[in-house]
């Protein structure tokens, strides 16, 4: 199993280098190349939705990408430090209930929507400490290549 690590600061310029390496990594592991623009898509919603949330949060810490390569499939997992319930988890009307918290918890949703119509196994789990969301797709092993 091969793991390329990234971590950058919480800043929407630095999402684009993060779906560049994501792309080549992912071509280098035989992703189907017919395949390799929603990966970069899907990443870059990954990354975007945790810049957005460290932002929102006041977290400094980096966000986390990790390139995972097994024999039979490719994974990416972004990590954030961003304190929160799962999705779905707040009830309407408990606590905050300002205008910016909903829309930032919509912009949350949509932000997983648009990576679950791109990313068929696709997991997303929060938590005090930050969240994670691991996506994975089929590799064509190195034979076949």
């Given amino acids: 199993m091969a793991t ?3 971590r950058f600061s919480a800043l929407p310029e630095h999402v684009r280098t993060a779906r560049l390496v994501a792309a080549a990594v ?3 592991a035989g992703v189907d190349e ?3 623009d929603e990966v970069r898509l899907a990443v870059g919603e990954a990354c975007t939705r945790a810049v957005g949330l460290h932002q929102s949060n006041g977290v400094e810490a980096p966000v986390r990408v990790a390139l995972i390569e097994d024999e ?3 994974s990416i997992e972004v990590g954030d430090e961003a304190p929160r319930s799962a999705p779905g988890d ?3 009307g408990s606590g905050g209930g300002e205008s910016d918290e ?3 918890e ?3 949703e949509m932000g997983l929507a648009v990576i679950s119509g791109l ?3 696709v997991e997303v789990t929060a938590g005090e400490s930050g969240g994670l969301i691991r996506m994975t797709w089929p590799t064509t092993p190195a034979t076949l290549r």
Avoid: I, Y
Wanted: aromatic share 4%; charged share 40%; net charge negative.
């Fill in 4 to 6: 390329v690590e990234l």
């Fill in 26 to 28: 992912a071509r280098r």
């Fill in 34 to 36: 017919a395949v390799l």
């Fill in 72 to 74: 039979k499939q490719f």
């Fill in 90 to 92: 707040r009830v309407p």
């Fill in 102 to 104: 909903l829309e930032a």
């Fill in 106 to 108: 919509g912009e949350d």
């Fill in 119 to 121: 990313v068929d196994d």
